[in-house]
């Protein structure tokens, strides 16, 4: 009988003031590695997961894990190393990922044989190396928010920041036939998002860019939008408020999501410190998407 494959990991729990810094020190041991909030609170433990597939030296993970935690003048976090079973995530994910209706969208995978319902709008998208496959509830939310966007008139310019896999741009550049900018900090994503608008043949309209934040100053050069999506995280949102709303036309909306329903007030108090109100909130299960201006 063939043993099983087996893959390794380490887990621990920091601060998610310290989260990046330790995911940063720590991704030379790793094949992969990844760090978020637990609890979805912005103020609670993040974790750091760590994966490969050779067993870690755990002396060498523990002393990198010590230095850090000195550096940062905190108690050093407690590390457990496991093993398990390795999955094809991507053909396990794309057999579960059924088609998804939420307003004129139709969200759907290649594998998908049964065509697009009568005016619905088709967007393709694979579950992949990039998140967002429209199947989480802040997704859903935000083309929640875009379909009702699309009853007020017609849109000019449109930026997707924290992109993804492109989904909320795509749903943007086929609602209005606008040009957008697509931005990420994470190139995998990046290149996915492209790969996504040329399947789903509107490359034209579609400028992928690999950026942190706003840094990168195309973003800023395309012109001021006039619907700007943003699906990420609590904290993030509200650090990027004022770069955020510096984008904007005099017109422009935005909408903010990534947020468990008690993160609400949290990050639209940074919008209304720089100008912008609440126009309409979008609730799916226990998720909140905001749409200002």
Not at 88 to 95: I, P
Request: glycine fraction near 10%.
């Amino acid at each position: 009988m063939t043993e099983p494959v087996l893959s390794y990991n380490f887990q621990f729990e920091v601060n998610g003031a310290y989260a990046a810094a330790f995911a940063d020190a720590l991704f030379e041991y790793c094949d992969a590695l990844s760090h978020f909030e637990r609890d979805g609170d912005p103020d609670g433990p993040w974790r750091i997961e760590g994966f490969a597939g050779r067993p870690f030296d755990k002396g060498e993970v523990e002393t990198a894990v010590s230095i850090m935690a000195s550096a940062m003048g905190i108690d050093t976090p407690a590390v457990s190393f496991g093993t398990y079973e390795p999955k094809d995530w991507v053909s396990e994910n794309l057999r579960s990922f059924k088609p998804i209706s939420v307003g004129r969208f139709y969200v759907h995978g290649s594998h998908w044989g049964e065509g697009v319902p009568v005016a619905k709008t088709g967007l393709q998208v694979d579950a992949g190396l990039a998140f967002g496959s429209g199947e989480h509830q802040t997704t859903k939310g935000c083309l929640a928010a875009i379909d009702w966007m699309a009853k007020k008139g017609p849109r000019l310019n449109a930026l997707d920041m924290g992109c993804g896999s492109g989904i909320l741009g795509m749903a943007c550049a086929k609602t209005w036939r606008c040009p957008v900018v697509m931005a990420d900090i994470d190139p995998a994503s990046v290149r996915v998002a492209r790969e996504n608008a040329k399947i789903n043949k509107i490359a034209d309209l579609v400028t992928a860019i690999h950026s942190n934040g706003f840094q990168d100053t195309r973003i800023r050069g395309a012109g001021h939008y006039d619907i700007v999506c943003a699906n990420i995280l609590a904290r993030p949102l509200r650090a990027m408020a004022r770069d955020l709303t510096s984008t904007l036309s005099d017109d422009g909306v935005v909408i903010l999501s990534g947020l468990l329903s008690h993160q609400e007030q949290f990050v639209l108090s940074a919008y209304r410190e720089v100008g912008l109100s609440l126009i309409k909130r979008f609730k799916v299960e226990n998720w909140t998407t905001l749409l200002v201006g």
